[in-house]
């Protein structure tokens, strides 16, 4: 049983990390109807970022850890942010009423450019951090040995993740934004007849998406502390993966998609082989999407006439 809750922590963790990254695979798609396959790669620089910020402040000597991590944060997602417009206005844009399939061409050699740049900027070798934050909480201490406990990096991720989570949601459902980004989900064309601004609405969708991928990837940095340019091809399948489980184009079924692949690759690394990990949660995905085409929480979609 202990063991069963030490998994069910560090699978929640994990999935709260890819629900993030989700999130905006899950926005972008459900505005343009378009997949964004060079969010990973936002994701892997976001976290680059958070890494350089924390080593140009050792540099110059600020070492209070508070100050360090907001830092970190701050800069990552202004940074992100600008990449996420930048893709928007370079990739997405001047293809928007093309065939679908141009789009998807473009998202993937955007992606392949973005690794390599980080690839040849960086370099190819793992970037290692050392622990920053250590200690937490001891859930439980068996007689056996065996301990429960959950980290306060744990703790952390998990309740940022519950915080930003729960803002997005405000912002989708009480804010002028949020009215137009539905507006614009439901027809752009209608939307644009309105008065709403369709650019400036897809524009500022992507960047939102990139700064909380920003966020999810200093959180990777800090917990994992190893990142290198491979990382966001990884985490962003597996967050295209959670996106689509859940139910492709809703926000709540973007993070539960998140949560379920966490929890599948912990456990079925807990108890069976790591190796096949993701074998199992590919599999799961396939079950999941013969019985619910939509995926957990998504909506079948109405064809306009």
């Known amino acids: 049983m202990e063991y069963f809750l030490q998994q069910l922590i560090n699978g929640i963790t994990l999935g709260s990390i890819y629900g993030l990254i989700a999130i905006g695979y899950t926005m972008v798609y459900g505005i343009i109807g378009m997949i964004n396959f060079a969010h990973g790669e936002i994701f892997m620089i976001g976290s680059f970022i958070a890494l350089t910020v924390f080593l140009a402040l050792a540099a110059i000597g600020v070492t209070f850890l508070p100050l360090v ?3 970190m944060v701050i800069v990552a997602m202004v940074c992100t942010a600008a ?3 930048t893709i928007e206005r370079v990739a997405y844009r001047p293809l928007r009423g093309s065939f679908r399939l141009a789009p998807l061409i473009t998202a993937i050699g955007m ?11 960086q370099g190819a070798r793992v970037k290692p951090l050392p622990p920053q934050i250590q200690g937490g909480l001891i859930l439980m201490n068996n007689p056996n040995g065996i301990v429960v406990q959950i980290s306060w ?8 993740t519950i915080v930003l989570m729960a803002g997005f949601s405000l912002l989708i459902s009480k804010t002028s934004l949020g009215r137009q980004q539905r507006a614009c989900e439901q027809d752009r064309k209608m939307a644009s007849l309105l008065g709403v601004n369709v650019d400036r609405t897809i ?3 992507f960047v939102i998406g990139a700064s909380l991928a920003a966020v999810a990837g200093m959180m990777y940095l800090l917990y994992y502390g190893v990142i290198d340019f491979y990382i966001g091809f990884i985490a962003g399948v597996k967050a295209f993966t959670a996106a689509v489980l859940g139910g ?5 079924g973007a993070m539960l998609g998140g949560l379920a692949i966490g929890l599948i690759e912990t456990f079925w690394s807990g108890y069976f082989s790591v190796e096949y990990k993701d074998v199992a949660a590919f599999s799961i995905l396939a079950i999941v999407l013969i019985f619910m085409p939509s995926g957990l929480l998504g909506r079948p979609e109405v ?3």
């Open 69 to 71: 991590l907001l830092l």
């Open 83 to 85: 990449w996420g417009w």
């Open 111 to 121: 992606s392949i450019f973005l690794q390599n740049f980080v690839q040849i900027t």
């Open 153 to 160: 990096m744990q703790i952390i991720i998990i309740a940022m």
């Open 203 to 205: 524009s500022l969708t």
């Open 248 to 252: 492709i184009g809703s926000l709540p």
């Open 303 to 305: 064809e306009k006439v």
